[in-house]
């Protein structure tokens, strides 16, 4: 069950609207299921429809007129909430109704149980699946109603009520989600033909300039250069700055003049304060020397992906809460550098997994440092010639957000939960488009059986628990091409095979052999060590072949 709350002035406005046939199509059999003293005139069973609502308005403003003589009364004196069950639910009768309201009214303040100057309230029933409860927030005794928080008490006793009637249990969360738009903002959207309003839009848009900055001042300069979008620094009085403010230029007041946003009107973590915390936490990049090749930055990024997990299953909350920022982060920024084909997908998956990015938990930034920064280099990197390194991260990814799904789970975060639940549909989906071309190209260069039939060997010595299951992988000819290639790098096969396994376990992988090859490509484009390194590996590996460290993680299955 879902409440809405707001407030007005109007009384007989509000009553005119719940019993009204003619305009409101969904208002088919008006009339009180229940009321502040049980006999309350019902204008939806009266012979005279006019004269009761007349009686109705003015019994409820009774105790506003009283209080308005005396200069007590508040201006906004209408409390008005709607409560809905799910479309699955079955529907409720006019008694089980009356006792939902009866106990909403209790909760929030408006009328609390054996309080007989509680305020006078009806509840109105005009359609099958809601009710609405109109209320004056003045008592018998003349104070306003002390209904403070009023929405989260009432969503606590529909949460109850919910689990006692056995209706649809809503998702509910911790408060930390960005505002969503009005009804009117959704409707200007759809006159204007946009599909999302324009908050969310530029929700949206903040989200990747933030990803992209690498400072304040580079943030605020890339939001005044974005098409379609207005953007103005504010200040305070001594001149330092306060906040920022955008606005869309499709989306004008009935003035002609900009609608604007606040960074926290968009998100509760899109404030200036909260943004400079965030960039202030980027771990800058060497730049690339003369005749010396840089690290690659997708390879960094992904090496920092991989290691999510791990840092999720530590005991550092805030640290934990850091690394999943980051990490929606580096999706905010994956439609900026990937081919077209994948665009679609990946942005889903950065909208949906906005809303794992934040909870109560306080996050310390400075844990994911390596990420952020990897993540601008990423930026700055000449553009893609495949989809090879997108799909090494992707492979990661999936992996975060399915521990990301855990970690709030066992945190009771329930939207964040659902929100990572639909952020792996779409990753998925971009991974398989992404990882389809690359793994049919290294398929294709399959090496001789000779050469397939040593790694056989290889692999039972080193992973002896997955060597079946990966011989059987349709991804097997591709993993064999990415060890022949990491050889002819100058890489040891066994050892760089023991290496790949130690960064992370097989156990929970569907396609361990795609895994696999990710890694052994990663690692191969690496320095080769040399001989004294490679002996030293080669020592350790024949000593314990199969004691490849494992880090502990989460036991969904995945892909």
């Known amino acids: 069950m879902i409440a809405k709350i707001g407030g007005g002035k109007d009384t007989a406005g509000l009553i005119r609207y719940l019993f009204d046939t003619k305009k409101a199509k969904d208002h088919t059999d008006p009339h009180l299921v229940a009321s502040w003293d049980g006999f309350t005139p019902d204008p939806g069973r009266a012979g005279d429809f006019d ?21 007590r009364a508040p201006e906004k004196h209408v409390w008005h909430c709607s409560i809905r069950t799910a479309k699955t639910d079955r529907h409720l009768s006019d008694e089980e109704w009356a006792d939902i309201a009866r106990r909403i009214v209790a909760t929030t303040g408006i009328a609390p149980d054996g309080d007989p100057d509680g305020c006078r ?8 699946d809601h009710i609405h409860i109109a209320a004056t927030k003045v008592r018998a005794d003349l104070r306003t109603a002390r209904h403070w928080n009023d929405y989260l ?3 606590r006793e529909l949460a109850a009520i919910e689990k006692e009637y056995g209706l649809f249990r809503v998702v509910r969360g911790d408060h930390t989600a960005a505002k969503r738009p009005t009804r009117a903002e959704q409707e200007k959207a759809h006159r204007n033909g946009q599909e999302k309003s324009a908050r969310e839009r530029l929700r949206a848009i903040v ?3 933030v990803a992209a900055a690498s400072s304040m001042e580079e943030f605020i300069h890339l939001l005044s250069h974005l098409d379609g979008v207005l953007a103005e620094v504010v ?9 920022y403010k955008v606005a869309a230029e499709d989306t004008t007041t009935a003035g002609n003049k900009p609608v604007w946003f606040s960074g926290s009107e968009l998100a509760p973590d899109l404030s200036f304060p909260k943004i400079r915390q965030r960039l202030d936490a980027i771990e800058q990049q060497p730049a690339d020397q003369p005749g010396r090749r840089g690290p690659n930055p997708w390879h960094q990024a992904t090496a920092a992906t991989e290691r999510i997990p791990h840092h ?10 850091a690394h999943l920022a980051a990490f929606g982060e580096a999706l905010d920024a994956l439609p900026l550098l990937t081919p077209p084909p994948l665009r679609p997908q990946l942005r889903e998956a950065a909208w949906a997994f906005e809303r794992a990015t934040r909870s109560r938990i306080q996050a310390e930034h400075h844990h994911a440092r390596a990420l952020r920064g990897a993540v601008r280099a990423m930026l700055r990197h000449p553009a893609l010639k495949d989809s090879t390194t997108v799909a090494m991260f992707l492979d990661a990814a999936i992996l975060v957000v399915i521990a990301a799904a855990r970690w709030h789970q066992l945190r009771h975060h329930n939207q964040q939960v659902a929100a990572a639940h639909q952020t792996l549909i779409h990753l998925q989906a ?11 190209a290294l398929a294709s260069r399959r ?26 992988d349709p991804a097997f000819d591709a993993l064999t091409t990415a060890l022949a290639e990491a050889e002819k790098a100058g890489h040891n096969a066994s050892a760089v095979l023991t290496q790949a396994l130690s960064q992370r376990t097989l156990d929970n992988a569907h396609s361990p052999a795609r895994a696999l090859t990710w890694r052994i490509r990663r690692l191969a484009d690496r320095h080769v060590p040399g001989p004294r390194a490679q002996a030293a590996a080669h020592a350790h590996h024949t000593a314990a072949p199969s004691t490849a460290p494992r880090p502990e993680q989460s036991q969904t299955r995945r892909r």
Do not use: C, M, N
Request: neutral net charge.
């Open 51 to 71: 004269i009761t609502k007349r009686f109705l308005v003015a019994d409820l403003d009774l105790h506003v007129k009283q209080a308005r003589r005396l200069g």
């Open 121 to 128: 309230w009806v509840a109105v029933r005009h359609a099958r």
């Open 153 to 155: 008490t009432a969503d």
């Open 207 to 209: 989200r990747t300039a």
């Open 235 to 243: 200040y305070f009085p001594s001149g330092d700055v306060r906040g």
């Open 312 to 321: 999720l299953d530590q005991a550092d909350d805030q640290a934990s809460q």
């Open 430 to 440: 971009a991974y398989d488009q992404a990882s389809a071309e690359p793994l049919a």
């Open 447 to 472: 090496p001789p059986r000779q050469t397939v039939d040593r790694h056989i060997r290889q692999l039972r010595q080193v992973i002896p628990d997955h060597v079946d299951q990966i011989i059987e």
